[in-house]
């Protein structure tokens, strides 16, 4: 059986656009430690589109 797996990889696509976690939450209006705890832990599909949007891709960019 061949399991394809996705990680996601918001905080690494957030640095590459050269942003900080502090910008993106601050665009989301919700704190650092907010995004940064949702993103450790297990993010809703709704959480990560916002989280694309605020960032300015798509949200199949945050797995890899």
Do not use: H, Q, W
Not at 51 to 63: G, N, Q, T
Request: hydrophobic share 40%; with cysteine.
């Amino acid at each position: 059986v061949n399991t394809i797996m996705s990680t996601l990889k918001a905080k690494e696509v957030i640095k590459e656009k050269g942003m900080t976690i502090e910008e993106v939450a601050s665009r989301m209006g919700i704190t650092k430690g907010s995004l940064s705890a949702a993103l450790s832990g297990n993010p809703t599909v709704i959480y990560l589109t916002r989280v694309a949007d605020a960032i300015d891709c798509d949200i199949r960019d945050l797995f890899r």
